[in-house]
């Protein structure tokens, strides 16, 4: 590894930061977008229940904008149950925005990364090329120089689309895994305000 680096020279550092930060992303977005911690299967049906058992006690509202995201927009239409439907519809909507915006967090990164990397082994390209036309001279050409140039130039061009590559990968991955939830819970919502106006039956 040291050797690779040592070859590569120093533009392959900021793709070596860019790599750490892209793995630390792919990580954290694998793990916070799952169903389970997003939108759990039960949790109409338990929210639906508790409503009719209890109404709506200040408990539930806690939990549930404690909880999972899909469980943030039912506190927010379940806190607005007997207002109107135009002022529920706008308190889900505002509940949805700011879900949708935190499941998207980072993913902005992370194709910026993947936009980015190519360029990055680019710059290291460049450089590499540089020095190679720097090592020449009119008595010739140093071996050592012109190695270590190209080095340089093919190594930071591999580094930066081996980075590139699975990071657009899961960044579109994960945009469509976002788009998927955001309309799983956008009918979740719709099922939660017709239960709880009489409208249908769970």
Not at 10 to 14: A, R
């Given at each position: 590894?040291?050797a ?5 020279g ?5 793709l070596?930061?860019?790599?750490v ?9 694998a ?11 039960d949790?109409?049906?338990?929210v639906v ?7 709506v ?5 806690v939990?549930?904008?404690g909880g ?5 927009i ?7 149950a ?10 889900l909507d ?9 499941l998207?967090r980072f ?7 993947a ?5 990055l082994g680019l710059?290291g390209?460049?450089?590499?090329m540089i ?6 001279a009119p008595?010739g ?6 190695a270590?140039?190209?080095?340089v130039?093919?190594y ?5 689309i081996?980075v590139a ?7 579109r991955?994960?945009r469509s ?9 956008e ?11 009489g409208?249908r039956?769970?």
């Open positions: 590894m040291f690779l680096i040592e070859a590569a120093w533009p392959i550092w900021p070596l930061l860019a790599s930060i892209a793995l630390a992303i792919i990580g954290e977005r793990w916070s977008l799952r169903s389970s911690i997003v939108a759990p299967k949790l109409l049906n338990q229940q508790e409503f009719r058992q209890q109404g006690t200040p408990p539930l509202l939990r549930l904008a999972s995201p899909l469980g943030q039912f506190a927010a239409g379940i806190k607005n007997k207002s109107s439907p135009q002022i529920m519809k706008e308190a505002d509940a949805g925005r700011a879900v949708a915006h935190e998207e993913l902005t990164t992370l194709g910026t990364l936009s980015i990397s190519p360029l710059l390209t460049v450089i590499g020095e190679i036309f720097g090592s020449q008595s050409s140093n071996p050592i120089v012109l270590h140039g190209i080095s130039a093919l930071n061009t591999a580094m930066g081996i590559i699975p990071s657009m990968i899961f960044y991955h994960f895994r976002v788009d998927s939830l955001i309309v799983e819970m009918s979740q919502a719709v099922l939660l305000v017709e239960i709880l106006r409208e039956q769970n």
